[in-house]
């Protein structure tokens, strides 16, 4: 892809945004960054050292480009993006793959795509193939691949916006870890959100590799396929009498490794999916597999005031992943939920919250619509900020129960991130224990 001279526009200015400028620049390209909302200074000033323009109008330029890069954080039926829908248009993830010479594991799903990339990573290196965790967990492909001399195969989370805007990407193994309703707030429907994920596949074939979970409903595909499942015994690694087994020998003992839940099992099954794929020994891909601690916010105990045990589950921005946190409780469970309303139906989780849940905490755009669907089921008080919903939750738990904040929804109502507000419900946990 030779870009020399090219002029080329980039769209959002975020981290993948900007990892595209600064890559586009080294190829040659003539950039200019546009943003519908306000610019840091030291960002505009970063790239204006590059000869990299940033502006907002960009009506009376759209004409003058050879390409546009949509960041991932962009709709692409937003007004800025459909002001070049007459010029070639891709995506972040389809820019860096042009130019990426080694090998990629892309690994989806609903959840779990953040953990099963950095267990994978962790597995790989221990093994001693040289790998780096990349693309939807924080650090774009588009800035990784400035390092790719000092990589055997890069292991690369990748969501549905990213894979709305691939046309040539084609990972050599692609993990499709689970699916569940997410993100209605930018698709007109479920359908549409699965067959953006859908994409992660369309280029591979019979070379390639495909670790999907055997509950899921895809079509046929054109790799080699390698099917997981926790919950029966009909896929190729299944879950038996606490050990991961593959073709009925077992091949990982949960207890060895420091993850909880079935869906962290399934997260194993599929990295060890890859250890297959890539012939490492079972022995040797537990090592680094048995070694990995999870990230903050997911089922994360912050804390244990009076016997209480506090957790936080931030993570959960959907109600699959509230689902799988509430199905890993044994204790009584205070559940704090709540926040931007993505178009979710929580009656879903009815017969589940009236098993596990003594009482619902209720915050953020969603509280009201989601008392009015569990108040069948448990009693439900309603909380206007993080803070009152801890205060309530503490007056309501005894010793041997647990408060679990799992929101089951996104954050951005009132917050600016799921770390943001799982970094406050820590603090507040912290401040009442002392």
């Known amino acids: 892809m030779d870009l020399t001279n090219k002029r080329v526009a980039v769209l959002g200015l975020?981290?993948?945004?900007?990892?595209?400028?600064?890559?586009?620049?080294?190829?040659?390209?003539?950039?200019s960054v546009f943003d519908s909302n306000p610019v840091p200074s030291a960002k505009v000033s970063a790239m204006r050292d590059l000869n990299i323009s940033v502006g907002t109008e960009a009506a009376v330029y759209s004409d003058h480009y050879d390409l546009a890069v949509v960041s991932p954080g962009i709709n692409p039926q937003s007004p800025l993006v459909r002001l070049f829908k007459n010029i070639t248009h891709c995506g972040e993830l389809e820019l860096a793959f042009r130019f990426c010479s080694r090998p990629i594991i892309a690994i989806t799903g609903t959840n779990g795509k953040t953990t099963t990339t950095e267990l994978v990573t962790r597995m790989l290196n221990t093994a001693g193939i040289r790998s780096l965790a990349c693309g939807n967990i924080g650090l774009p492909l588009s800035e990784a691949i400035n390092r790719q001399d000092e990589i055997d195969i890069f292991t690369v989370e990748v969501s549905s916006f990213q894979l709305e805007t691939v046309f040539t990407f084609k990972p050599a193994i692609a993990l499709w870890l689970n699916f569940a309703a997410d993100h209605l707030d930018r698709y007109p429907t479920l359908d549409a959100y699965y067959h953006a994920k859908l994409r992660i596949f369309a280029n591979q074939n019979a070379s390639?590799?495909?670790?999907?979970?055997?509950?899921?409903?895809?079509?046929?595909?054109?790799?080699?396929t390698l099917t997981f499942n926790a919950y029966d015994n009909d896929a190729e690694f299944s879950f038996d009498s606490g050990e991961i087994c593959f073709r009925g020998t077992p091949v990982l003992d949960i207890a060895e490794t420091q993850l909880h839940g079935i869906h962290n099992i399934e997260n194993l099954m599929a990295a060890?999916?890859?250890?297959?794929?890539?012939?490492?020994?079972?022995?040797?891909?537990?090592?680094?597999?048995?070694?990995?601690?999870?990230?903050?916010?997911?089922?994360?105990?912050v804390g244990n005031i009076d016997g209480v045990t506090y957790i936080n589950d931030s993570k959960a921005t959907n109600i699959d992943s509230l689902r799988k946190a509430l199905e890993s409780q044994t204790a009584p469970v205070i559940l704090i939920a709540g926040g931007k309303d993505k178009g979710f139906d929580f009656d879903s989780l009815i017969e589940l919250i009236a098993a596990k849940v003594k009482q619902a905490v209720l915050i953020g755009e969603m509280g009201n619509r989601i008392r009015d669907s569990w108040s069948r089921a448990v009693p439900c008080v309603l909380a206007s900020t993080l803070l009152e919903s801890v205060q309530i939750a503490r007056r309501a738990a005894h010793c041997g129960e647990v408060v679990l904040f799992s929101p089951g929804t996104s954050s951005f109502d009132m917050f600016r991130d799921?770390?943001?507000?799982?970094?406050?419900?820590?603090?507040?946990?912290?401040?009442?224990?002392?």
Do not use: M
């Open 14 to 31: 975020g981290a993948s945004g900007e990892a595209a400028a600064k890559l586009l620049h080294r190829k040659g390209a003539l950039v």
């Open 208 to 224: 390639d590799w495909a670790i999907v979970n055997r509950r899921e409903r895809l079509p046929s595909l054109a790799a080699q």
């Open 272 to 301: 060890l999916g890859v250890a297959f794929v890539l012939r490492i020994p079972w022995e040797k891909a537990a090592i680094g597999l048995k070694g990995y601690r999870l990230l903050p916010h997911r089922c994360e105990t």
């Open 418 to 434: 799921y770390s943001d507000r799982g970094d406050q419900f820590r603090e507040i946990v912290q401040e009442l224990s002392r």
